[in-house]
């Protein structure tokens, strides 16, 4: 089944959960990505915050797969910051293979949050924020289809 990020937004955190349980780590992502934050999943206030966490606070990541190495972009400006460390790791969720977005060694703002994400469909990933090995939010990442500008 393919899916979109409004249908992410209306599922609860145990429905996103189990999607990302039983989800293939997929490929090392390359390039950037448009991300929404999933907070309040599953509420009729999930959509609104994405939306100004979008506009105000993060817009997504840029992959860089041959290096292994992430940034986000923050900001309205989609300021390129706050670097990431990206392998293939043992989920702290479920002990299954995922992409781990390791920030422990790259930076000081962040070092306490570790992300993972899985492949959901065609550039298309789901992932979890983890604060100091305590499960936070999820969110989407969107990849460009190749061919497409």
Request: glycine content about 8%; overall charge neutral.
């Amino acid at each position: 089944m393919d899916y979109d990020v409004l249908q992410l937004l209306q599922m609860t955190s145990e429905q996103l959960d189990q999607l990302f349980s039983s989800s293939p780590s997929g490929d090392i992502p390359d390039g950037p990505a448009k991300g929404t934050a999933i907070i309040a999943p599953g509420t009729k206030f999930s959509q609104e915050i994405a939306e100004l966490v979008s506009l105000f606070a993060w817009r997504g990541k840029t992959f860089d797969a041959k290096r292994g190495v992430l940034r986000n972009r923050i900001l309205p400006i989609g300021l390129n910051a706050i670097i990431a460390t990206v392998y293939k790791g043992e989920s702290w969720f479920d002990k299954k293979e995922c992409i781990v977005l390791d920030y422990s060694e790259t930076s000081l703002v962040a070092r306490w949050i570790r992300d993972e994400i899985r492949s959901i469909g065609p550039n298309f990933y789901l992932g979890r924020v983890y604060w100091d090995k305590k499960p936070l939010i999820h969110f989407a990442l969107q990849f460009q289809q190749a061919g497409t500008p």
